[in-house]
Structures are given as C-alpha cells and as structure tokens.
Nanobody
Framework: EVQLVESGVGLVQPGGPLRLSCAAS????????MMWVRQAPGKGLEWVSG????????AYVDSVKGRFTISRDNAKSTLYLQMRSLKPEDTGVYFC???????WGQGTQVTVSS
C-alpha cells in the first residue's frame, strides 16, 4: 500500500519560515516525480512545485518563486518543501503527490497569520 505522510503542520507569522516533509512508503520513491499542491480556504487546488525523480529539475508557480524550495532525499524516501517569507495567501492545506496525480498524502494545514 502506498502511503504519503506529510508533516510540518504549522501556524507561522507572516515573513516566517516553515518546512514541510512528506515521508513515502510502499513505492519505489526514486522512480517517481513528486509535487506539492495546495488548497486555500474556499478555493480550488493549486499546483505549487514539482521535481523529477532525481531531484535535478524543479519548477514552481510564479507566486512562490524565490521563496519556496522543493527537494528530496531518495535514500530516506522523503520529499521536502522549504518555505520562507510566508504570506497570509500561502495559507491552505498542502498535499504531497507522487507520480503525476496518482498518489496523494492526507494533507497538512499551513496557516500564516499574525
């Protein structure tokens, strides 16, 4: 059974940092592209960032470029999202997804508020 477990639930002040982790099991992690998607309150899903299976190629939505960094540790089967200079509009549930849109984590809440 494939499992993706996000961690890093947080309430953070505007301008602060937060790191999300996604621990994967039940799949050959190093063969899967990975991405982060978020859903703000009352809004639809928004793709945030993605990386290829080796972590060599990354991409970001324009609103987070320069503030977020996606990375992965294939030896630990873990995906990360380092977030800096957080803004209230970054608030939402963040999902870790493997293999395109194939496997989803349960999501983790990020709230940016003073």
């Amino acid at each position: 059974e494939v499992q993706l477990v996000e961690s890093g639930v947080g309430l953070v002040q505007p301008g602060g940092p937060l790191r999300l982790s996604c621990a994967a099991s039940g799949l050959a992690f190093d063969t899967y592209s990975m991405m982060w998607v978020r859903q703000a309150p009352g809004k639809g899903l928004e793709w945030v960032s993605g990386t290829d299976n080796g972590g060599e190629h990354t991409a970001y939505v324009d609103s987070v470029k320069g503030r977020f960094t996606i990375s992965r540790d294939n030896a630990k089967s873990t995906l990360y999202l380092q977030m800096r200079s957080l803004k209230p509009e970054d608030t939402g549930v963040y999902f870790c997804i493997a293999g395109g849109w194939r496997f989803w984590g349960q999501g983790t809440q990020v709230t940016v508020s003073s």
